[in-house]
């Protein structure tokens, strides 16, 4: 379709009036939160708006982030092998440039959205030329963009993603997302826990029986401005600590949200004697509620079960407020598992500048993907 077109945008105040009413259910689209993205961004991503146009009339929006990972402090740091060591040499040397069509930060289809139905021809052509705008966009910076990305798409919207523009690029599958649908039926944490067998069940109480001593308070602005130090050391260690980063939070990235998010944005934290000892946050988008990112104090992790007592509240929260279902990402699966979060695969597509290296893209990602080995639990009658 020659009449549909698209506009890239720098700066949210840019953006058209109706900009909210076109990403209307998708949050990670709408104004609000690209305000967070462009004022607490990771210091090494720069993120763009795409406008979509039919004519001169806005039908849909996009995101797309570009990641300079020379400014990064470190690939993660919880995995030392040689394995791991290669991928931090070739990401640092031969793909330090990289640009996302899509949104690096969370899970899911977050990527785009229409107010009408477009066809993935034309979806796939215009991802394309966005991609080619961009990169044509850095190279007259004086920037060679390495590696594009175009991020998180389920099964049906791959396979015919394929049959256009993308049929030529590697597509890759990561880790799944974990996904909980929460039953219709479920009313109450007691509705929940009744549908569990009975080691699922046990779980959950061992789990609340080694909570005890930890006092949970939502945290509103004013808490958030004033814990927001420790906010960031508790979500910097689990990061860290993660086996693969691109990206770290800005450090005023939580209170930027809670600003601009208001309630739909929330906060959990955790104190053990008055001291915040760990934190879960969540955005309400529609219908489904969607996991952020979380910190704790390693030691009281272990002795408390912190990790999997944030997931039982998160689920609690999920349950009581109506939710359909609970987005809890691409980490941690067989914990995530243990509480009934199911795994959906993901694709994304991928292909570097480079036409030589590109030609080997399959085997050096597939080498590259860290290991990841975990047995699916069934903890449902």
């Given at each position: 379709m020659k009449n549909i077109t698209f506009t890239i945008f720098q700066n949210v105040n840019d953006l058209p009036e109706n900009w909210d009413q076109v990403s209307h259910y998708n949050h990670f689209l709408q104004t609000p939160y690209l305000q967070v993205l462009q004022e607490s961004a990771p210091v090494n991503m720069e993120c763009f708006f795409i406008g979509i146009f039919e004519k001169e009339t806005l039908i849909g929006t996009a995101l797309a982030q570009y990641l300079d990972l020379n400014k990064l402090e470190s690939f993660g740091e919880r995995d030392h092998c040689l394995k791991t060591s290669i991928r931090n040499f070739v990401f640092k040397n031969f793909a330090s440039h990289v640009l996302f069509l899509g949104n690096n930060m969370i899970t899911g289809q977050n990527g785009y959205t229409f107010?009408?139905?477009?066809?993935?021809?034309?979806?796939?052509?215009?991802?394309?030329?966005c991609a080619e705008a961009l990169i044509t966009y850095f190279k007259e910076k004086g920037i060679k963009i390495h590696l594009v990305s175009f991020k998180d798409f389920y099964n049906d919207c791959s396979s015919e993603l394929k049959k256009h523009d993308f049929r030529s690029i590697y597509?890759?599958?990561?880790?799944?997302?974990?996904?909980?649908?929460?039953h219709p039926n479920w009313k109450s944490m007691n509705d929940y826990t009744s549908a569990l067998i009975k080691k699922y069940r046990d779980q959950y109480k061992r789990a609340r029986k080694k909570f005890e001593g930890i006092a949970i308070k939502e945290l509103f602005l004013e808490d958030v401005l004033a814990e927001e130090d420790?906010?960031?050391e508790l979500y910097h260690y689990v990061a860290l600590n993660a086996p693969f980063n691109t990206f770290f939070l800005a450090e005023n990235h939580f209170s930027t949200f809670k600003k601009k998010c208001g309630n739909r944005f929330r906060i959990c934290g955790y104190y053990k004697d008055g001291v915040l000892i760990g934190f879960h946050s969540l955005l309400l988008n529609d219908e489904t509620l969607e996991t952020y990112f979380l910190g704790y104090d390693e030691k009281i992790q272990k002795e408390k079960l912190l990790y999997l007592n944030m997931l039982y509240n998160m689920t609690e929260f999920g349950i009581e407020n109506g939710f359909k279902k609970i987005i809890f990402g691409r980490t941690a699966l067989e914990i995530k598992s243990s509480?009934?979060?199911?795994?959906?695969?993901?694709?994304g597509f991928i292909f570097h500048t480079n036409s030589l290296i590109n030609r080997f893209i399959e085997p050096l990602f597939t080498r590259l993907e860290p290991d990841v080995s975990w047995q699916e639990r069934h903890p449902f009658k």
């Amino acid at each position: 379709m020659k009449n549909i077109t698209f506009t890239i945008f720098q700066n949210v105040n840019d953006l058209p009036e109706n900009w909210d009413q076109v990403s209307h259910y998708n949050h990670f689209l709408q104004t609000p939160y690209l305000q967070v993205l462009q004022e607490s961004a990771p210091v090494n991503m720069e993120c763009f708006f795409i406008g979509i146009f039919e004519k001169e009339t806005l039908i849909g929006t996009a995101l797309a982030q570009y990641l300079d990972l020379n400014k990064l402090e470190s690939f993660g740091e919880r995995d030392h092998c040689l394995k791991t060591s290669i991928r931090n040499f070739v990401f640092k040397n031969f793909a330090s440039h990289v640009l996302f069509l899509g949104n690096n930060m969370i899970t899911g289809q977050n990527g785009y959205t229409f107010n009408k139905t477009i066809g993935f021809q034309e979806i796939s052509r215009l991802m394309v030329e966005c991609a080619e705008a961009l990169i044509t966009y850095f190279k007259e910076k004086g920037i060679k963009i390495h590696l594009v990305s175009f991020k998180d798409f389920y099964n049906d919207c791959s396979s015919e993603l394929k049959k256009h523009d993308f049929r030529s690029i590697y597509e890759f599958s990561a880790q799944p997302n974990m996904v909980l649908t929460i039953h219709p039926n479920w009313k109450s944490m007691n509705d929940y826990t009744s549908a569990l067998i009975k080691k699922y069940r046990d779980q959950y109480k061992r789990a609340r029986k080694k909570f005890e001593g930890i006092a949970i308070k939502e945290l509103f602005l004013e808490d958030v401005l004033a814990e927001e130090d420790r906010l960031y050391e508790l979500y910097h260690y689990v990061a860290l600590n993660a086996p693969f980063n691109t990206f770290f939070l800005a450090e005023n990235h939580f209170s930027t949200f809670k600003k601009k998010c208001g309630n739909r944005f929330r906060i959990c934290g955790y104190y053990k004697d008055g001291v915040l000892i760990g934190f879960h946050s969540l955005l309400l988008n529609d219908e489904t509620l969607e996991t952020y990112f979380l910190g704790y104090d390693e030691k009281i992790q272990k002795e408390k079960l912190l990790y999997l007592n944030m997931l039982y509240n998160m689920t609690e929260f999920g349950i009581e407020n109506g939710f359909k279902k609970i987005i809890f990402g691409r980490t941690a699966l067989e914990i995530k598992s243990s509480i009934g979060a199911q795994a959906v695969k993901m694709s994304g597509f991928i292909f570097h500048t480079n036409s030589l290296i590109n030609r080997f893209i399959e085997p050096l990602f597939t080498r590259l993907e860290p290991d990841v080995s975990w047995q699916e639990r069934h903890p449902f009658k």
